[in-house]
């Protein structure tokens, strides 16, 4: 199984219930959720329901943090992306704000649902307690011969709607952080409109995070489906990457990426399993945890974070076949947030 064959198994909403998978082990690498019907016959510890589970776990003892209370309660998380299923269970009771700017979608997106959840799904997220705030977008315009054709500056239009919005929040409630799931490419329409935005957005106190942030470089880690998400020994590097960036710089930040399980947007009370991860998830990830930063010292700057982030990773070396591999910064959530305690001057 490689990256490209990797997914094209995408079982979501299928019926499967008459084939015989018993010596399939591709499943290993499925998407699938919770509409699919799978058959009795699986291959030998494919398990369904415990690998859609066990991949609602953000990983990396983050749910340790959140039996001491730090969940990112009060915190405002922004998210810019695509038509929101509004009402689903993960995030519907925390959704402070919804709105659409340009948003093209038709129906309710795949990407946005995921994305939210990530960040502050109830039972998938990294801050299940912070307030969400969600502009619907589509960043660009699709020509009358079907080409889409990326436009930054609707991008740039729900920072500014977020920031505005923010200047009418309470202290102690405010948005802290926006998350980005797309790159800002310089030679796309709107970019520098785009920059600015995030500039001004820092200004104002909120932390802007894209896809291969050049101020803040962060890659997704790959993950077996049936592996604990708790244990760093466990992750490798993800599959996008298809075999030409195993190992990992000092100076970027690997967060999980694969065999993730998120909100589905089929229906309020539905989960997708995703085992081949994009960059997309890493973004609402490493937003999620700076909330649970920022509920914890308050005063936290994105550079500080950023720092301190580097400075408590883990290197994991694994194996590809006869080589091995280091990732050199695996982010340790539960020692971040204690270096972060540390510099706020007093305890939690």
Same mark, same amino acid.
């Given at each position: 199984?490689?990256?490209?064959? /990797?997914?094209?198994?995408?079982?979501?909403?299928?019926?499967?219930?008459?084939?015989?998978?018993?010596?399939?082990?591709?499943?290993?690498?499925?998407?699938?959720?919770?509409?699919?019907?799978?058959?009795?016959?699986?291959?030998? @510890?494919?398990?369904?329901?415990?690998?859609?589970?066990?991949?609602?776990?953000?990983?990396? /003892?983050?749910?340790?943090?959140?039996?001491? @209370?730090?969940?990112?309660?009060?915190? @405002?998380?922004?998210?810019?992306?695509?038509?929101?299923?509004?009402?689903?269970?993960?995030?519907?009771?925390?959704?402070?704000?919804?709105?659409?700017?340009?948003?093209?979608?038709?129906?309710?997106?795949?990407?946005?649902?995921?994305?939210?959840?990530?960040?502050?799904?109830?039972?998938?997220?990294?801050?299940? !307690?912070?307030?969400?705030?969600?502009?619907?977008?589509?960043?660009?315009?699709?020509?009358?011969?079907?080409?889409?054709?990326?436009?930054?500056?609707?991008?740039?239009?729900?920072?500014?709607?977020?920031?505005?919005?923010? +200047?009418?929040?309470?202290?102690?409630?405010?948005?802290?952080?926006?998350?980005?799931?797309?790159?800002?490419?310089?030679?796309?329409? !709107?970019?520098?409109?785009?920059?600015?935005?995030?500039?001004?957005?820092?200004?104002?106190?909120?932390?802007?995070?894209?896809?291969?942030?050049?101020?803040?470089?962060?890659?997704?880690?790959?993950?077996?489906?049936?592996?604990?998400?708790?244990?760093?020994?466990?992750?490798?590097? @993800?599959?996008?990457?298809?075999?030409?960036?195993?190992?990992?710089?000092?100076?970027?930040?690997?967060?999980?990426?694969?065999?993730?399980?998120?909100?589905?947007?089929? =229906?309020?009370?539905?989960?997708?399993?995703?085992?081949? =991860?994009?960059?997309?998830?890493?973004?609402?990830?490493?937003?999620?945890?700076?909330?649970?930063?920022?509920?914890?010292?308050?005063?936290?700057?994105?550079?500080?974070?950023?720092?301190?982030?580097?400075?408590?990773?883990? /290197?994991?070396?694994?194996?590809?076949?006869?080589?091995?591999?280091?990732?050199? +910064?695996?982010?340790?959530?539960?020692?971040?947030?204690?270096?972060?305690? +540390?510099?706020?001057?007093? =305890?939690?």
């Amino acid at each position: 199984m490689n990256r490209h064959t /990797a997914f094209q198994m995408d079982f979501r909403n299928c019926d499967l219930t008459a084939y015989d998978l018993t010596n399939n082990q591709d499943m290993f690498y499925a998407d699938f959720n919770t509409k699919t019907k799978f058959p009795e016959k699986l291959p030998k @510890g494919f398990n369904p329901h415990a690998i859609l589970e066990s991949g609602k776990n953000p990983g990396l /003892a983050v749910r340790e943090l959140h039996k001491q @209370g730090i969940t990112g309660r009060h915190i @405002g998380v922004g998210i810019i992306d695509q038509a929101l299923l509004a009402e689903h269970l993960e995030y519907s009771d925390r959704l402070r704000l919804y709105e659409e700017i340009h948003c093209l979608d038709e129906t309710v997106s795949m990407h946005a649902p995921a994305v939210a959840s990530i960040a502050v799904g109830k039972t998938v997220g990294v801050a299940p !307690g912070a307030d969400l705030y969600f502009i619907g977008q589509t960043s660009g315009e699709r020509s009358p011969g079907g080409k889409f054709e990326f436009d930054l500056s609707y991008i740039a239009q729900a920072i500014a709607r977020l920031v505005e919005v923010n +200047k009418q929040l309470p202290e102690g409630r405010k948005i802290r952080v926006i998350s980005v799931s797309l790159m800002m490419v310089r030679n796309w329409k !709107g970019y520098e409109q785009a920059v600015a935005a995030i500039q001004n957005a820092a200004q104002n106190g909120i932390f802007v995070i894209t896809v291969q942030d050049p101020d803040f470089q962060v890659d997704g880690m790959g993950r077996g489906p049936l592996s604990d998400p708790d244990d760093k020994l466990s992750f490798s590097s @993800g599959i996008m990457f298809g075999g030409n960036k195993w190992g990992s710089e000092k100076d970027v930040l690997q967060v999980p990426m694969d065999s993730r399980t998120v909100a589905d947007p089929n =229906g309020n009370e539905d989960y997708c399993f995703s085992r081949v =991860g994009g960059q997309s998830w890493t973004t609402p990830w490493v937003a999620g945890l700076y909330a649970l930063a920022c509920q914890v010292y308050p005063e936290l700057t994105p550079k500080e974070f950023r720092a301190a982030a580097l400075q408590t990773a883990d /290197a994991v070396t694994f194996k590809k076949g006869d080589n091995t591999y280091t990732l050199q +910064k695996v982010v340790n959530p539960v020692r971040l947030i204690e270096k972060v305690k +540390k510099q706020r001057g007093k =305890g939690y």
